[in-house]
């Protein structure tokens, strides 16, 4: 696509006080054997975990290119996820055991929650001033999608800081049912994921704020072939642009950089 899809996240750069804040942003990812199952009417195993890999790597290269954002962590069991985010230059958090016995929405719960406690609380936090004490309250922690192939750097720059100091905010997604970001800023809190079905609802009964915002890109999570087709024609990133253009896709992604 033309302009790369970060400009403009420095441009509208948020605004936390620098000396202060880290921003980490957290990613999960599940097994790709078990990934995108809604999409398997249109895309073959193979493609759909090209597809997962792809739109993973635009929303780790979109989130890294916002100036106030530290690190980019994955947490997932799966190797090949891990290699690509690595390659990409995120962070890997290799997802702790899951009890047998939880269902899908609490593993995934759970494997954020662990995730975003090293996050704040474990080794290297205090390191990342060169001296300066950063405590788990200096972390503040973006619980991101994996699937926002179409997300500008500006939109996720801009919900972080439309997000709310002492507590949790959340950027709802396209459908209005699920979250797209979940932000936890400048707060003694813990993050206490809900992601899952209709997980907006279950948010914001938990007191997190919703977001205003036109941020079409950061909203828009992939989920279902029309999801794609949404996303293909709002611009999506290049990796993802590579996928589909091999599957025949036509046309060049329109780049509407915010
Ligand atoms: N690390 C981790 N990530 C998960 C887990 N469950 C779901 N995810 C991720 O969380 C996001 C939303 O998950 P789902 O909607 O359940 O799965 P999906 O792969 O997007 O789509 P479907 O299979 O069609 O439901 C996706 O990025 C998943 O890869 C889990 O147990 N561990
Ligand atoms: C897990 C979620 O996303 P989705 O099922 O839409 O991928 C969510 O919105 O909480």
């Known amino acids: 696509?033309?302009?790369?899809?970060?400009?403009?996240?420095?441009?509208?750069?948020?605004?936390?006080?620098?000396?202060?804040?880290?921003?980490?942003?957290?990613?999960?990812?599940?097994?790709?054997?078990?990934?995108?199952?809604?999409?398997a009417a249109e895309f073959s195993t193979l493609d759909r975990s090209r597809l997962v890999l792809a739109m993973?790597?635009?929303?780790?290269?979109?989130?890294?290119?916002?100036?106030?954002?530290?690190?980019?962590?994955?947490?997932t069991p799966d190797p090949l996820v891990a290699r690509t985010a690595r390659d990409i230059g995120a962070r890997v958090f290799d997802e702790p055991t899951g009890d047998l016995s939880q269902?899908?929405?609490?593993?995934?719960?759970?494997?954020?929650?662990?995730?975003?406690?090293?996050?704040r609380h474990g080794h290297g936090v205090g390191d990342i001033r060169r001296g300066a004490s950063v405590t788990a309250?200096?972390?503040?922690?973006?619980?991101?999608?994996a699937d926002l192939p179409a997300m500008r750097s500006a939109e996720l720059a801009q919900a972080y800081?439309?997000?709310?100091?002492?507590?949790?905010?959340?950027?709802?997604?396209?459908?209005?049912?699920?979250?797209?970001?979940?932000?936890l800023k400048d707060s003694p809190e813990?993050?206490?994921p809900l992601f899952g079905g209709h997980s907006a609802r279950r948010h914001t009964d938990s007191g997190a704020q919703e977001l205003d915002g036109s941020w079409p890109?950061?909203?828009?999570?992939?989920?279902?072939?029309?999801?794609?087709?949404?996303?293909?024609?709002?611009?999506?990133?290049?990796?993802t642009s590579a996928v589909l253009h091999s599957l025949g896709w036509s046309g060049e992604a329109s780049a509407t950089t915010a």
């Open 137 to 145: 309250e200096h972390v503040d922690i973006i619980a991101l999608q």
């Open 217 to 239: 890109g950061l909203r828009l999570d992939v989920d279902t072939a029309d999801d794609v087709r949404r996303a293909h024609r709002l611009g999506v990133g290049p990796a």
């Open 56 to 75: 993973l790597s635009d929303t780790v290269t979109a989130a890294k290119a916002v100036s106030v954002v530290e690190s980019v962590t994955v947490v």
């Open 161 to 183: 800081t439309a997000a709310r100091r002492g507590g949790r905010s959340l950027v709802v997604d396209h459908h209005g049912t699920g979250t797209a970001a979940l932000i």
């Open 1 to 39: 696509m033309g302009a790369s899809r970060s400009d403009g996240g420095d441009a509208v750069a948020a605004s936390p006080d620098p000396a202060r804040r880290v921003v980490r942003v957290l990613i999960a990812v599940k097994d790709l054997t078990a990934a995108k199952s809604r999409l």
């Open 190 to 192: 813990e993050l206490a």
């Open 103 to 119: 269902g899908p929405d609490e593993r995934l719960n759970h494997a954020f929650t662990a995730a975003a406690q090293v996050l």
